[in-house]
Structures are given as C-alpha cells and as structure tokens.
C-alpha cells in the first residue's frame, strides 16, 4: 500500500501509538560519557564581536500542526527571512530571538539575528520549497552584507524540529558558482530521516551539532515509514541521531536531572542557556585532541544545573565490563602519576 506524501491525523494517532517502537540512538556497544556542569549565575556576555566579521544568525522554526487562532501568537512568524529586530514583541518568536542575544550577545547579536518563516507543513515538500526560498533569500542578503560591510559574513543557522531538516535541504538544492558556507549548524530536536540524514556530510556545513533528549518523543513522531518509497528510511518512526561523523557533535541535554520535552526546546528555560551549551560542547570536544575517534563514536550526555542544584559527582558510565576496565584504568594510571608528583 502506497500512502501520499502527507500523512493523515489517523496514520498520526497510529505512530502515537507505536511509542514503545521509539528508534534508538546508536550501537549500544559504545561507551557513554556523562558531563556535569553548574551555572552559579546569569552572565550576559557584552557584545563587543557584534561587528568584527559579523556572524548572521538565522531561526528556522519547525512543523505547526496547530492552526487554531488560539495558537496564533505561539506559532507565527512572517513568511521569508526577516530581521528579528522587525517582528512584534506579541510573537513568541520575538521571544525566542530576544532571550538568545540577551543571554549572550557576543554569540548571538541581535542586529544580524533573523528569523526565517515556512509553511511548517508536516511533508517532505513543503520542507524542500522552504529549503528553496530559504536558499534565494540567504545569498542575497550575504551579496548586502559583502556590499555594505566589505566582508563575507559568516552564517549559523539554529534550528528547531523540522527547521533542521529544511537546512539540511539546502545542501540538495546549492548552487556550487555561489560557494554558500554554514559555519554552524545547530539542530534542536531534529528528526533523523532517510532523506536528509546524510546531508551533515556535505562540504556546505562545516560544523553540526545536534542536541536532543530521550525524553522527547514529538522528535521521532514523524512517520517516515508512511511516506512513498523514496521516503522510507530503515525505521517505522524518524529517528534521534544521525550517524557518527567528525564534524558532527551529538549531545544527549538534561537540566538539572530532567530531561526535556519537544517544546521545552524553544522555552526561555532552555534558550538562556543555549550559549553555554554550545561552548561546553565545544569545550568538550576540544579535550579529545588525540582521541577523535573516541569522541566521535562515543555517546554523550551533558547535564546542567543552575543554581540551587546539586552536579551529582558522575563522571563515566561504560556499557559492558571491557569498557568499565578501560575507564578504571585510566582513573588509576592518573591516580599514580598525582602520587609520583606528591612524593
């Protein structure tokens, strides 16, 4: 049986109920680290980079399955790319873009921060003609900034759910005379499917990561099994992580113990903090300079707690007996070499 490209609101209750099915991760074979980090105190960070080779940052909202005009404020956004200084203090979005360059205005400057707006139709095509759009009105606005600046701009796209996979379509639809370069990728939430999933691999995305939680169950939901042939990936449901690869950082996110909903993703909870996540990740992979296969196919957990939470003291967790040896080991070995310093 051939189902349409848009799956209906039965076939939807269906996969609701197929949640026990959830895809996992990746092999259970590898090694877990866990990383646990305390946030005394909100520190806004100046925004003394904001012109130095501005960095334009661009949201990409996901999929609306709720057109109701109760929901009005929550999901609207302005067809297009538009600047997030232009969209009314009603909107959630402008929540969104306003929580981020106020908790760190270093790394989000408000004055190139934008926001860009889709269907947010739950289908492959709605997905591909926003990746369309989003990739038109991208290399004119890097044509005004080299124009008005001198420069070429560097590009960041910060996306939620779905708006991850319409970044990804760009690397489908990129024209090679126009060298478009995302410095960063950061995807919240996104659903792994077999359309896009081996899209972090192309040149046009220097660096991706990819945060989620176990606890998020609307970033599966999508049934790619559904879908017509040249849609289906090997799983029913989407999945939680792509492949292993060297340019992509894969976090598992917890705040103080708990893990995180679909829509907590885009509450001010999370986004106050999103700076600091993405700077202990960078962190974290920096400490693995002669071990990059380690850190690329381990699993990882960062765990944060702001104040008035305790970091509970873990620091490894090993999935079998070789790899508890292995972490032992280690922890010995630097034992011995403190003792040797000490005498």
Not at 281 to 310: A, M, R
Request: proline letters at 4%; charged letters at 20%; hydrophobic letters at 35%.
């Amino acid at each position: 049986m051939i189902f349409s490209s848009k799956p209906t609101h039965h076939q939807f209750l269906l996969c609701t109920l197929l949640v026990p099915l959830l895809p996992g991760c990746t092999s259970s074979r590898h090694r877990t680290i866990v990383r646990k980090i305390s946030i005394h105190a909100e520190k806004k960070t100046t925004a003394a980079n904001c012109n130095i080779t501005p960095t334009i940052t661009v949201w990409i909202h996901g999929t609306r399955l709720f057109a109701s005009s109760v929901f009005k404020r929550f999901f609207h956004s302005e067809p297009g790319l538009k600047k997030a200084t232009d969209m009314d203090s009603i909107y959630h979005l402008h929540t969104i873009a306003h929580t981020l360059c106020e908790s760190d205005s270093a790394m989000f400057c408000i004055d190139d921060f934008y926001l860009f707006g889709w269907s947010g139709k739950l289908s492959f095509s709605a997905r591909e003609q926003a990746a369309k759009e989003l990739y038109k009105q991208l290399v004119a606005l890097i044509h005004t900034y080299k124009k008005d600046c001198g420069v070429t701009p560097n590009i960041r796209f910060l996306t939620h759910s779905h708006g991850g996979n319409v970044a990804l379509n760009l690397s489908k639809i990129k024209n090679p005379d126009d060298e478009l370069s995302i410095s960063e990728l950061i995807l919240l939430a996104c659903p792994v499917q077999l359309t896009t999933h081996n899209c972090i691999k192309d040149p046009m995305f220097q660096k991706v990561y990819s945060i989620y939680s176990h606890l998020d169950l609307m970033q599966v939901l999508d049934p790619q099994g559904l879908y017509r042939k040249r849609h289906r990936g090997d799983s029913f449901l989407s999945k939680k992580c792509f492949e292993p690869h060297e340019k992509l950082a894969q976090v598992k996110i917890k705040l103080n113990g708990r893990a995180l909903i679909h829509s907590e993703f885009i509450m001010q909870r999370f986004l106050k903090q999103l700076a600091t996540i993405v700077k202990e990740i960078k962190q974290w992979k920096q400490e693995f300079p002669d071990f990059q296969d380690e850190w690329t196919y381990t699993k990882k957990v960062l765990c944060l707690y702001s104040n008035g939470h305790k970091v509970r003291p873990l620091t490894y967790l090993a999935h079998n007996n070789k790899q508890l040896r292995r972490v032992t080991e280690k922890l010995a070995l630097i034992e011995m070499e403190k003792q040797v310093l000490q005498a």
